[in-house]
C-alpha cells in the first residue's frame, strides 16, 4: 500500500502579504511520484496528479471555493484542507490520478482557471489565475550512494546526525522558487518529524540528532520542485505559484531489531498475536484506539494488514527473538 502524500501539502505555496491586509493567494502543483526500495533503485508509480489551491491569511476566510476553466473538470468543487491560527485558511481542488503526463495536462491543461469562493471572514469574489505549461525536470529524485540502506540501519545509533547524498538538479530557465525539499512523517499519525528544504543543485542533507524517535515507523518523501512564483500577483499582496515536482517516498523504523515482539518481552507469542490482532481489527494506524507508534504496522506503510501478518507469522513461528 502506498501512503500518498499530496505535493501541494508539502510545498508551501508562497502567501506573502502586505502589512495589515488580508492577504489571498493562488497555487497549481503538479506531481509524479516514486518509491525508493534499495540503494539507487526507484521505481516509478505511473501516477500522475494536480492540485489547484486557494490561500488565505485568515480563519475562516471564505465558506465555499470552485474553479471554472477550458476542461474536463470544470467546474471543479474545492475541499477545505486547513483552517486554523496563525496560517489561515487553505483548500484545494484535485485532479485524477493519471497514467501520464500527457493524460494529465488533457485534464489540466495550461492556461486561465477562474476561482470562485463565497465569502465569510473576507469578502467572496473571483480570481484568474494562470496555469503555467508543465515544465519538470529532467533528472529522477533518488537517495545516493548508501544513503538509503544507512537510514534502515539509522536506529542502531540515532545520537549522530544522519547524512545522506541525492543527485541534486538543474534548475529550469525562468523558474525562481526552485528546490529540493525533505518531510519524514510518522507512519502511525501522520505528524512531521523533520522537514528542510535545499537549493536544486544540493547533494547532500543532514537529519539532526534527536530529530527521529526510537520505536517509530516513518516513510519520508524527497520533492524535485520546479517552481514559478509571482509575488503580488494575487489578492492584497498574495501570490501566484505554479509548481511541478517529482517526488520519491522511502519507507524506515527506528524500532528494534525484533519488531513482531509487540510486547517487547524477548518472544514472539500468544500473548504478541493478541495484540496484533487487535490492531489488524482496527487496520488504519491513524484510528484513535490503534496503540501509539503502530507498533502491529511492520511493513510500514500505515496500515494494519495481510502483509504485516505475513512478516508477524514468520517471527511467530520462530519464536525467540534473535538480535
Not at 515507523?217 to 492584497?236: E, K, L, Q
Request: hydrophobic fraction near 40%; charged fraction near 15%; glycine fraction near 8%.
Amino acid at each position: 500500500m502506498k501512503i500518498r502524500v499530496c505535493a501541494a501539502a508539502a510545498l508551501a505555496l508562497a502567501c506573502g502579504s502586505l502589512a495589515g491586509a488580508q492577504a489571498v493567494s493562488f497555487g497549481s502543483s503538479k506531481a509524479e511520484n516514486y518509491l525508493q526500495t534499495a540503494d539507487g533503485v526507484v521505481t516509478a508509480y505511473n501516477d500522475w496528479s494536480c492540485v489547484l489551491s486557494i490561500s488565505a491569511d485568515t480563519v475562516d476566510a471564505f465558506s465555499a471555493c470552485e474553479i471554472t476553466y477550458v476542461g474536463p473538470l470544470s467546474p471543479l468543487t474545492m475541499v477545505e484542507v486547513a483552517n486554523s491560527a496563525p496560517n489561515g485558511q487553505a483548500w484545494y481542488g484535485y485532479s485524477s490520478l493519471n497514467p501520464t503526463l500527457a493524460a494529465l495536462d488533457l485534464e489540466i491543461p495550461p492556461g486561465d482557471y477562474e476561482f470562485s469562493f463565497t465569502g465569510n471572514a473576507l469578502p467572496g469574489g473571483t480570481h484568474t489565475f494562470t496555469l503555467a505549461p508543465s515544465t519538470f525536470c529532467v533528472e529522477t529524485p533518488v537517495l545516493l550512494s548508501d544513503t538509503y540502506s544507512r537510514l534502515l540501519a539509522y536506529k542502531d545509533d540515532m545520537s549522530l546526525d544522519f547524512i545522506g547524498q541525492m543527485s541534486g538538479f538543474a534548475d529550469v530557465p525562468g523558474a525562481n522558487a526552485s528546490s529540493i525539499n525533505f518531510i519524514v512523517y510518522d507512519v502511525g499519525r501522520g505528524g512531521v518529524f523533520w522537514s528542510a528544504s535545499l537549493p536544486p543543485t544540493a547533494i547532500s542533507f543532514t537529519i539532526p540528532a534527536g530529530s527521529l524517535e526510537v520505536g517509530r515507523a516513518y516513510f519520508g518523501v524527497m520533492y524535485y520542485t520546479v517552481s514559478f512564483g509571482t509575488p503580488g500577483a494575487g489578492i492584497n499582496g498574495g501570490s501566484h505559484s505554479s509548481s511541478f515536482s517529482r517526488n520519491v517516498f522511502f519507507y524506515f523504523n527506528t524500532r528494534g531489531p525484533c519488531p513482531a515482539d509487540i510486547n517487547e518481552d524477548g518472544f514472539v507469542d500468544d500473548a504478541d498475536f493478541t495484540l496484533f490482532a487487535g490492531a489488524y481489527n482496527l487496520l488504519l494506524c491513524s484510528d484513535i484506539a490503534m496503540p501509539d507508534r503502530c507498533p502491529a504496522d511492520l511493513t510500514n506503510e500505515g496500515v494494519v494488514d495481510d502483509s504485516d501478518f505475513t512478516v508477524f507469522a514468520q517471527a511467530y513461528d520462530q519464536l525467540l527473538c534473535n538480535p
